[in-house]
């Protein structure tokens, strides 16, 4: 079956607007987390969701950051105003449920955010 | 809080050789613990994982046993390819923290033929 999408790949973007990234989770999977990868931070945990519900936000860096995700399915992340050190890959997750770590992460591809 | 602590490497090898990477972790619960890897040009994989003290997770001739009393969750294989060349990230996730991964910076390993 399909695993987990992103979109899009790459983004360029000049500091100050705005982005939206995209994912879409495996089908059925309920849970969904985002991931920021960069090379000063490594991998850091952004937002988790539990249906359409986020019950864990305390990874988004600044108010600038936010997320819903719709009909137990697609997320978005959008970036306001973005900044140079916003610059980094943005990784999506989706596990069947959230649980106990019986349930596997899979992971989408990325998407490669460079603020100019 | 939850933290892990790897190897930061590069680590080379030649072919055939064996391969350690250590991992530790500080978790308030009781974790389970992942390897994952990244393979040149592609996502993030779970290689092997553990959900329990004394449990051995194993792949593609990869091992590592979750060790409480270490706070350990070392990676070994006794003879890598060269297409094992990756990025390797030791996580955790606890039902305290929403099961989110907690990663490790990564080892960067290039075997040589």
């Known amino acids: 079956g399909a695993g987990v999408s992103q979109s899009p790949s790459n983004k360029v973007t000049e500091k100050g607007k705005d982005v939206e990234l995209r994912c879409d989770p495996i089908s059925g999977h309920t849970a969904l987390y985002w991931y920021r990868q960069s090379l000063g931070q490594g991998l850091e945990f952004l937002i988790y969701f539990q249906g359409n519900s986020a019950p864990d936000k305390s990874g988004l860096p600044s108010d600038r950051f936010s997320a819903e995700r719709t009909g137990g399915s ?5 970036i306001q105003r973005t900044q140079q050190e916003d610059s980094a890959v943005y990784l999506c997750a989706s596990s069947l449920v959230a649980g106990g770590g019986t349930d596997t992460q899979y992971f989408g591809p990325g998407t490669r955010l460079t603020v100019l | 809080g939850n933290s892990v602590t790897q190897m930061e490497g590069p680590v ?3 072919e055939e050789a064996f391969l350690t990477i250590n991992c530790t972790y500080t978790a308030t619960g009781y974790p389970s613990l992942f390897w ?17 003290a004394d449990d051995k997770g194993s792949n ?11 706070t350990s969750f070392h990676l070994e294989k006794g003879s890598v390819q060269v297409s094992d060349s990756a990025v390797y990230f030791c996580a955790l996730s606890d039902q305290g923290s929403n099961y989110k991964l907690t990663f490790g910076k990564g080892t960067l390993l290039t075997v040589n033929p």
């Not at chain 1, 697609?74 to 959008?78: A, N, P, R, Y």
């Not at chain 2, 996502?43 to 553990?50: D, E, F, T, V, Y």
């Open chain 2, 60 to 70: 593609k001739g990869f091992e590592a046993t979750y060790r409480k009393e270490t």
């Open chain 2, 36 to 52: 994952y890897v990244q393979y040149p040009g592609e996502g993030l994989q779970l290689l092997l994982k553990a959900t329990k």
């Open chain 2, 12 to 14: 080379t090898l030649s």
């Open chain 1, 74 to 78: 697609v997320s978005t992340l959008t």
